[in-house]
Structure formats: structure tokens, C-alpha cells
């Protein structure tokens, strides 16, 4: 896809008239908007900036934003089921990312129905407390396995997968439950117990995180944390997700719709921004911040994170370097930001490293 594409999507999703002179290729353009999952987001922002679409993009779009729009209500209603229970039973955690931005109240409310979706619903517990949180998921008939679409069944994890990916990873395997609806046959739930690739990684940020939890009245009522913490779980989780070697084989290293919550959730006025620069210095968070929020401006083309970024560090921004975990590779990106966004596969930007040795 070429440069003046991206510049033309980005312009509808911040609202902006896109510049006369781009001609936007619209058949590479629908493919990328479904790839990062912004479609529904930008017919909508379309829709609201009055920007008007091709006849067949605006049909194949319109019936995205449908969809999504349902899937919003499907999810909402699971994630009440799940919230009521973790507020009753007192259980330590928070709901991150899309739970929160998809049902936040009227004046606050950043994302309308059928702009952003969620495929799972997250949960943020420290790790000497996943047991409760894991009680909840269990007491309401979710277990850990995957869904089997072809036989519209749950497969279960065997134990040994269990325990491997709570030992290898930040997260526990997924909890999943079949829903008995045609078109969401399944609802999966996931709960994270680190905030870096590997458990224990960002420890400090984790438990204040749970801590300085409150419950939160918007479209559900659930536990969440402080504007600030949950806006450095959106940047430990991208920098987390840019640094895996799977991520980048899955295209998932720089999904625009990630991207995206930084941007909006900046520019809500939610946050405070003197005590989220305190914040980065506090959990020596900077080189994180730095990089992606380096790779928000570049791919928004904006210079709203401009003086921020130079508030928090000085000199050159590093990608972080890829990191092969099985195979105990690391590379660094030979590629801008924008470059690797605009392959569809961007391993051959890759450039092997020699830090191989402290790969566990």
C-alpha cells in the first residue's frame, strides 16, 4: 500500500478532509482497513466528519459497522455477566483496554457502538491472585480450551498446555464458553498477570494498578484503574506485542486499531498529563513510552506526542528490537514505522542481532 493511503485513512480517523490531491487505491485500502480492524471505525468517522465514500466502499463498510455494532451489544452483555460477579465476590483486578473504552459513559465516551470491537474480554490480577479471578471464570461455566468451529465445541487445554503458558508467558490459557448465539457462538476470556513478555515483568505497575482500582458506572459497571495506569497498559501492551517475534509472523506488531486507542484515549482529556509524565519516571517506563508513542505520531501523522516525548527522554527513539523466543533469535528493524506498516508482511525488514545469548 502506498504512503498517501495511510495519510488518507489517518485523515478521516482523526476527522480531518482527507487532502484533495490523494487518490486512494480503495481496493488496497478496504484490505488494510479489515487487516487492523479500523473499518467499522472509519465508516463511522466518515459518517461523522461528512466525508463521503465510493458507493461500493460505503456498502462493504456499512455492513462492517453492523456487525460490530451487534458484537458490541454481544460483548457488553457477557462482560456485565463476568463484572457483576468479580464486584460481588470482591475479587483484586481491573478490565483493561476495549472492556473499558467500549462502554464508557455519555460525555466521556470515545468510541460510539460499532467502532471498536473486542474479540476477548481481559483481565488484570496480580499473579499471587489469579486463583480468584479464576474462580469467577469458572463458577460461570468458562473453561480453559479453545472453540472448535467446525464442531461447534470447546476442545480443553491438557494440563501440561495450562501450566506451560502460565510459566512462559504473562498471561493464564484462555478461559472460553460456548453462548449458544449463530453468529457469536463463543465468548473468550483472558487473565493477565504480567505487563511485559515474560511474568513479573513490570511488577510495581501491575500491583498499583489493581490497586488504585475504583468501580466505574458507564454502559457496565466494572472495576478500573486510574486514566493515567490504564493509558501505560495500552503502551506496555503495544511495546510488549512490537517486541515478539510471533507477533510480527501474525501482522500483529503494529495493528492500526491498537494504535488508535493511544491516539484517542490522548486527545480525550481524560488524562492528567503532568501525573502521567511522573508515572513514566516513576515505573522506568520511558524508552517504552517513547517508542510507541514514536510509532502513533508517525503513523497518525501527528505532533500532538511531540513535546511529550521530548519531556520524558532526549535523543533518538529505538524501535525495540524482535525477540524469537523458541528459537532464541533477536532482530532489530532495518524498516521506518511506516514502512513495516505498509507491507503486508514486514519480516524482510528484519536484521538478525548478536544478543542471542540472553534469550531464556
Sequence with gaps: MKKTDLEYIASVLKGEPPRENIAPDWYEILGFLNAHR???????????????????ADKLLSKVFAEQTRRNIFMREQLKIIAAKI??????????????????????????????????????????????????????????????????EIIPFSRIEILTRRMNRGETAPYVKLTGDPEFPFVEADINFSLGNTPGEHAKLLSDTVDSRITYDGKVTLPVTSPELFFLHLI??????????????????????????????????????????????????????????????????????????NLIGKGSVEQPHVTDYPNKRVYAWVGSVTERILAFDSRHMLQGISEQSHVK
Design 87 to 152: 464486584i460481588t465476590d470482591n475479587v483484586a483486578c481491573v478490565f483493561p483496554k476495549g472492556s473499558f473504552l467500549s462502554n464508557m459513559k455519555d460525555g466521556e465516551k470515545i468510541y460510539r457502538d460499532g467502532e471498536r470491537v473486542s474479540n476477548d474480554i481481559d483481565l488484570i490480577v496480580r499473579p499471587d491472585e489469579i486463583t480468584g479471578v479464576a474462580n469467577v471464570l469458572s463458577s460461570l461455566g468458562f473453561v480453559q480450551g479453545r472453540y472448535d468451529a467446525a464442531k461447534k
Design 38 to 56: 479500523i473499518a467499522g471505525l472509519f465508516y463511522s468517522r466518515a459518517k461523522r466528519a461528512d466525508i463521503k465514500l465510493p458507493f461500493r
Design 236 to 309: 506496555l501492551h503495544q511495546y510488549k506485542e512490537s517486541a515478539l517475534y510471533f507477533m510480527v509472523e501474525r501482522g500483529k506488531d503494529l495493528e492500526l486499531y491498537k494504535l488508535g486507542d493511544i491516539y484517542y484515549f490522548w486527545n480525550s482529556g481524560l488524562l492528567n498529563k503532568s501525573a502521567l509524565r511522573d508515572a513514566v519516571g516513576k515505573y522506568g517506563i520511558a524508552e517504552e513510552t517513547r517508542a510507541v508513542l514514536t510509532q502513533v505520531r508517525e503513523l497518525f501523522f501527528t505532533d500532538c506526542f511531540d513535546e511529550f516525548i
